[in-house]
């Protein structure tokens, strides 16, 4: 079975690496990370690489093709390259998953056309551009085109994926296995829970990063 999670320039981390954790776990998997060329791939920060051990024309038909997100996204909607291989490979995979806003990718692939999809609460308006009906649901499935929301919901992407493929009893042991029990310090984790100043902080951070690109 085979997973293809492709990187490119300034992908989130955790968006590649919460499904990886979940869905390399599976009986016969076998994930690939792929770029546009094999080699390191910087995450969104800089401060961490990836290595993409093969390019996107060495796996053209993956079982099961996942795109994570990041602020790189924004560039990668309009890049042919990987917006014509994700709509090559979703012809023959099982199953198309994205992670944040990695379904703004499947959007400009045309995947999402008047499906219900999520992404990152900042992203919405993005990604209803690309006809998709956004959703502030978690994780969003649609057929075989399975959507997760901001960043670590990824790991519930991963474990729901799982529950389809091998079981409920396997990815409940997947979950055990990676010991899986969110108690987080503090209930902020969306813009409904969050305090006020808190979602004011979060825009700002994100406005300076979209200020920045288009300087870039």
Same mark, same amino acid.
């Given at each position: 079975?085979?997973?293809?999670?492709?990187?490119?320039?300034?992908?989130?981390?955790?968006?590649?690496?919460?499904?990886?954790?979940?869905?390399?776990?599976?009986?016969?998997?076998?994930?690939?990370?792929?770029?546009?060329?094999? %080699?390191?791939?910087?995450?969104?920060?800089?401060?961490?690489?990836?290595?993409?051990?093969?390019?996107?024309?060495?796996?053209?038909?993956?079982?099961?093709?996942?795109?994570?997100?990041?602020?790189?996204?924004?560039?990668?909607?309009?890049?042919?390259?990987?917006?014509?291989?994700?709509?090559?490979?979703?012809?023959?995979?099982?199953?198309?998953?994205? @992670?944040?806003?990695?379904?703004? @990718?499947?959007?400009?692939?045309?995947?999402?056309?008047?499906?219900?999809?999520?992404?990152?609460?900042?992203?919405?308006?993005?990604?209803?551009?690309?006809?998709?009906?956004?959703?502030?649901?978690?994780?969003?499935?649609? %057929?075989?085109?399975?959507?997760?929301?901001?960043?670590?919901?990824?790991?519930?992407? %991963?474990?729901?994926?799982?529950?389809?493929?091998?079981?409920?009893?396997?990815?409940?042991?997947?979950?055990? %296995?990676?010991?899986?029990?969110?108690?987080?310090?503090?209930?902020? &984790?969306?813009?409904?829970?969050?305090?006020?100043?808190?979602?004011?902080?979060?825009? &700002?951070?994100?406005?300076?990063?979209?200020?920045?690109?288009?300087?870039?």
């Amino acid at each position: 079975m085979d997973i293809a999670i492709p990187l490119f320039d300034r992908f989130t981390a955790l968006d590649a690496i919460g499904p990886y954790e979940t869905l390399s776990r599976l009986p016969g998997a076998r994930v690939t990370f792929l770029a546009a060329e094999p %080699g390191p791939v910087q995450t969104d920060n800089r401060m961490l690489s990836i290595v993409a051990e093969r390019a996107l024309s060495d796996l053209t038909h993956p079982d099961i093709l996942v795109v994570p997100g990041g602020i790189g996204t924004r560039a990668m909607m309009n890049d042919t390259q990987l917006v014509d291989w994700v709509r090559t490979a979703h012809e023959t995979t099982q199953w198309t998953c994205s @992670v944040c806003t990695g379904s703004l @990718v499947l959007g400009a692939a045309g995947l999402l056309d008047g499906l219900e999809a999520t992404t990152h609460w900042m992203a919405m308006d993005a990604l209803a551009s690309t006809g998709a009906r956004p959703t502030g649901r978690r994780v969003v499935e649609q %057929g075989k085109i399975i959507t997760a929301a901001g960043v670590s919901s990824g790991i519930d992407m %991963g474990l729901t994926l799982a529950a389809h493929i091998a079981g409920d009893k396997i990815a409940q042991a997947i979950q055990l %296995g990676i010991e899986y029990d969110p108690q987080p310090p503090f209930d902020s &984790g969306s813009p409904e829970k969050a305090p006020a100043e808190v979602v004011e902080i979060c825009r &700002g951070v994100e406005a300076l990063i979209d200020a920045g690109q288009a300087v870039a």
